[in-house]
């Protein structure tokens, strides 16, 4: 059975990092464009991160500008997410999920572009 999973988010301070990970069981992720979402209690899931296929291309959400890189290494590993200088405003649940359908250089921060989901990891941020 194939499936997507999130790992490594827990409860920092105001200024910490946290390190995101995005493991792929019953499939490799070395074919497809990866998206890092969040969805903050009563908020819409937003799109803050992705990665294309090759890892050639990535965009990042003005809202995590700065703070966040995302990266992958194409030998059947994860897929990271690291988030620095962490804000009360980044608490969240945290997915990740595969676009199929996108070419080598491209990568999209639509949720509706995205074909499989993770269950999500939490982050919580606070003093």
């Known amino acids: 059975q194939s499936q997507l999973a999130e790992s490594g988010g827990g409860l920092v301070q105001p200024g910490g990092s946290l390190s995101l990970s995005c493991a792929a069981s019953g499939f490799t992720l070395n074919y497809y464009a990866i998206g890092w979402f969040r969805q903050a209690p009563g908020k819409e899931r937003e799109g803050i991160a992705c990665?294309?296929?090759?890892?050639?291309?990535?965009n990042i959400a003005d809202s995590v500008k700065g703070r966040f890189i995302i990266s992958r290494d194409n030998a059947n590993k994860p897929v990271y997410l690291q988030m620095n200088s962490l804000e009360p405003e980044d608490t969240a649940v945290y997915y990740c999920a595969v676009d199929v359908g996108m070419t080598d250089y491209i990568c999209s921060l639509r949720i509706g572009d995205y074909d499989y989901w993770g269950q999500g990891t939490q982050v919580s941020v606070s003093s």
């Open positions: 990665i294309s296929r090759s890892g050639i291309s990535a």
